[in-house]
């Protein structure tokens, strides 16, 4: 989205239409709110009117009468104070309609921008994500979602006041047609200048919105990557990191504020100048006998209580581009970000492992390289599969293919039958549950991270972590199954970690049950008892592995060979051997590097 020019007519008009086309949306997204607010607004409004003409009246029949002609107040004083005291009480159930109203308006507005960015960011494709910054993200998700938002606080006081402003103006008319062209003409140059102000910080303050998220992203690096910054000492480097994006955010406030300081003295010294020269004609024009002493004290109490009520207007003209800066950073996340498109089946949960195929599938990440070319497969219902591969020969892009986690750039993944592509949101895991080798556990019990999103009893909890060979270390846990883990599960080792998450995936009881070297922080002897386990249970789940150790291996009925985004190896471990040479010199290299390993951990 282009951004418009602070100093173009035309780029300040077509940001003026974009920043009430916002302030329309959020109004059409929370009418009852707004209708409230504004409605508090005009009560308020309304109330300062009433409370001009009781002030002059006031003066013309009570204060002038009583100190010029010492007429008595008896009789008049009671009426004069009730007459104050109803409008102060309308005034103030006014405030109080529009404030609450109002605060309801924006944090509703602030609560569904960030569940719709949420929303938008968990139905993206993985692929996206690979291009984005967490941080960044993170930025727009809290700052930008709040400042698109914050100009709803004092938009319906501005409302009011733009009722006050043509009542104001209409009953000054009534008054004097040349007090009300002065009060005209000058309060809408002050208007014009705040909007001009406003617009001419603009690209400053999208400028302190994207510095916002490196900020935020260098943070996140930061915390998120603490063992290595501390493990190769670099502790100052990254505070001079931080410290050098802070700073330039801080300068670009400091513009930003600059701009804001300057135009609200010159609006705040035309407000005084405003005031002077209404008196001064209304001098002129009460000399004149063109109004009454109680005319002007009306007219001058009316521009004292507008200046507020004008620099709201100006305080809304200059949110509304600091609104819109925000905005554009969340749209851009919606109009950006690359949807994963669903189809309309449901899972079945069926109590029998899923039948998988693959048919010409092909996959890039983006570039020129082909990670994946012409893979044909089929693994048959309730097989233990085994996926073996060198490095970079595609055997976790095959497996996150298989759990739909990305698509493929052409040909088709099928279960039973059935076109991953083809199955509506949240329906697939129903059926497919993937463990990764990075197992992420979120902040909450080990038994509220393995039921996560379901509605597992305990005793459905226990058979999993049984089966995941994780009840040992569990029932060490200083409370158990209850025990809160912290964020990213780090009071527990990899390998434990390892074991809740693949408990995790098995008491959804899955169909498909993938695991890409999900226990390859746990010892081999352990390992090797979870997959037997796996092998033996009662499980509906046909069940795919990204495997290393020859024991795990030779624990399934069929193995894949991948190679160079191939598969050049399809068959039981003792046909590969048989028929593969590039299969046992992998499984050898294997071996040799798991010895090499251990004889470098077993040094002192």
Do not use: C
């Not at 020269?277 to 002129?284: E, N, P, Q």
């Not at 109009?335 to 669903?342: D, G, I, M, P, Q």
């Not at 008491?507 to 390992?527: C, F, K």
């Amino acid at each position: 989205m282009s951004v418009p020019s602070s100093t173009a007519p035309s780029g300040l008009r077509e940001a003026l239409r974009e920043g009430f086309r916002l302030i329309g949306t959020f109004i059409r997204n929370g009418p009852v709110s707004y209708a409230l607010a504004a409605g508090g607004a005009a009560l308020f409004a309304a109330a300062i009117v009433a409370a001009a003409f009781v002030i002059g009246d006031v003066t013309d029949s009570l204060i002038l009468p009583v100190l010029d002609e010492g007429v008595s107040s008896e009789g008049l004083l009671w009426p004069a104070i009730a007459a104050v005291v109803g409008v102060a009480t309308w005034k103030a159930a006014g405030i109080t309609l529009r404030r609450t109203a109002a605060g309801w308006l924006q944090f509703r507005a602030q609560t569904d921008a960030r569940i719709g960015l949420i929303d938008r960011l968990l139905r993206t494709e993985l692929r996206w994500y690979h291009r984005q910054s967490v941080g960044d993200l993170l930025s727009v998700t809290e700052t930008d979602a709040r400042e698109a938002t914050f100009i709803l606080a004092p938009l319906p006081y501005a409302t009011g006041a733009t009722l006050l402003l043509i009542g104001t103006v209409v009953m000054i008319f009534v008054l004097d047609p040349i007090i009300a062209l002065v009060t005209l003409g000058s309060l809408g140059s002050i208007i014009a200048v705040d909007i001009r102000g406003s617009w001419s910080s603009f690209e400053a303050f999208q400028d302190v919105q994207r510095l916002r998220g490196n900020v935020s992203q260098v943070g996140h690096e930061s915390f998120d990557g603490a063992l290595t910054v501390k493990a190769l000492g670099r502790e100052a480097v990254e505070t001079r990191r931080f410290e050098a994006a802070s700073e330039e955010l801080r300068d670009r406030i400091i513009d930003v504020n600059r701009v804001f300081s300057t135009y609200r003295v010159i609006v705040e010294a035309m407000l005084s100048a405003v005031a002077v020269l209404v008196l001064i004609v209304g001098a002129f024009r009460t000399r004149a006998g063109a109004v009454t002493p109680g005319d002007l004290v009306t007219v001058a109490y009316l521009l004292t209580l507008l200046f507020i009520p004008i620099r709201i207007v100006g305080f809304v003209v200059w949110d509304m581009s600091h609104a819109l800066a925000g905005w554009r950073r969340v749209q851009r996340i919606h109009e950006s970000a690359e949807l994963v498109a669903y189809g309309g089946l449901d899972h079945r949960g069926d109590p029998t492992g899923a039948e998988v195929a693959g048919e010409a599938v092909a996959f890039t990440y983006g570039g020129d390289e082909v990670i994946l070319d012409g893979v044909e497969l089929i693994i048959p219902p309730g097989q233990v599969v085994a996926v073996v591969g060198p490095t970079g020969a595609g055997k976790t892009t095959l497996v996150t293919l298989l759990a739909r986690l990305w698509d493929p750039t052409s040909g088709q993944i099928t279960l039973d039958g059935r076109d991953l592509r083809d199955f509506a949101r949240s329906a697939l895991p129903g059926e497919v549950a993937f463990v990764a080798q990075d197992a992420f556990l979120f902040d909450d019990s080990v038994a509220g991270n393995i039921r996560f999103g379901t509605d597992a009893s305990q005793t459905d909890v226990d058979q999993a972590a049984a089966l995941a060979g994780a009840t040992s270390f569990i029932d060490e846990l200083p409370d158990g199954y209850g025990t809160q883990l912290g964020e990213r599960g780090t009071s527990l080792s990899g390998g434990q970690r390892q074991r809740v998450a693949l408990a995790r995936a098995l008491v959804r009881r899955p169909r498909l049950l993938i695991m890409d070297d999900a226990t390859s922080a746990v010892d081999p002897s352990v390992e090797t008892q979870i997959l037997k386990g796996l092998r033996d249970a009662e499980l509906p789940s046909t069940v795919v592995i990204v495997a290393y150790r020859r024991s795990s291996i030779m624990l399934a009925d069929e193995v894949i060979f991948l190679d160079e985004g191939r598969i050049v190896g399809h068959g039981t471990h003792a046909e590969l051997m048989a028929t593969t040479p590039g299969y046992a010199q992998i499984l050898e290299a294997y071996e040799v590097d798991a010895v090499r390993r251990a004889e470098e951990n077993s040094q002192p």
